[in-house]
């Protein structure tokens, strides 16, 4: 059974951190891009970080960049999202996705993804 399992989010005040992880099982890990997207109320989800199969590359969407990053420990089938200096319009449901074996850290459409967790509230208060 293929899981992506989310957790870390929750409440935080305006200019704090999270550390959001999300647990792969049953579903090849290593050799993927992994990448984290949010969907904030009302509106379409969106890119927010991608990180290369190597975890040697990464990308950002121009909302966060300084702000947060993203990692990988393949040991333990796991990818991560620090999120540092949170602010109001960070709060959103975020999502970890499978993406592009051996792929690219441009691939930031969603239909580049094959598997997506169930998601986990961050939200942001000011």
């Known amino acids: 059974q293929v899981q992506l399992v989310e957790s870390g989010g929750g409440l935080v005040q305006a200019g704090g951190s999270l550390r959001l992880s999300c647990a792969a099982s049953g579903v090849t890990f290593r050799s993927y891009t992994m990448g984290w997207f949010r969907q904030a109320p009302g509106k379409e989800r969106e890119f927010v970080a991608i990180?290369?199969?190597?975890?040697?590359?990464?990308n950002y969407a121009d909302s966060v960049k300084g702000r947060f990053t993203i990692s990988r420990d393949d040991a333990r089938n796991t990818v991560y999202l620090q999120m540092n200096s949170l602010k109001p319009e960070d709060t959103a449901v975020y999502y970890c996705?499978?993406?592009?074996?051996?792929?690219?850290?441009?691939?930031?459409?969603?239909?580049?993804?094959?598997?997506w967790g169930q998601g986990t509230q961050v939200t942001v208060s000011s």
């Open positions: 996705a499978r993406g592009q074996r051996y792929g690219s850290i441009w691939d930031q459409r969603q239909q580049e993804y094959d598997y």
């Open positions: 990180i290369n199969y190597t975890g040697g590359a990464t």
